[in-house]
């Protein structure tokens, strides 16, 4: 069982930057591939970011974010990190971290086995 414990987030005006960090239990921290997520007000759960394991070597982002989001991990603190710049009203939102077991990446909720408990990130104009 991975816990995964997020941190980060919170009140910043459209231009500002945040970093989210995600901090993984367990020893297999390394062969997991893992990915951002966000919740925006009446919408649906879109995909944000993804790093494969264990070196990171592939990153995916969805369009909207690409070029001001950066994920990245450390996997001597089991940890990723979704760096937030240069932030937009759109980007709005409850932000969850996931892990999946295998290294390779995926854009689907569905293939992720394990969420963080989600943080607010909310950009004022």
């Known amino acids: 069982q991975v816990q995964l414990v997020q941190s980060g987030g919170g009140l910043v005006q459209a231009g500002g930057s945040l970093r989210l960090s995600c901090a993984a239990s367990g020893r297999t921290f390394s062969s997991y591939a893992m990915g951002w997520f966000r919740r925006a007000p009446g919408k649906e759960r879109e995909f944000v970011a993804t790093i494969s394991g264990p070196s990171g070597t592939t990153t995916v982002y969805t369009d909207s974010v690409k070029g001001r989001f950066t994920i990245s991990r450390d996997n001597a603190k089991s940890t990723v990190y979704l760096q937030m710049n240069s932030l937009k009203l759109e980007d709005t939102g409850f932000y969850y971290c996931?892990?999946?077991?295998?290294?390779?990446?995926?854009?689907?909720?569905?293939?992720?086995?394990?969420w963080g408990q989600g943080t607010q990130v909310t950009v004022s104009s």
């Open positions: 996931a892990a999946r077991r295998g290294a390779s990446v995926a854009t689907v909720p569905g293939r992720y086995d394990y």
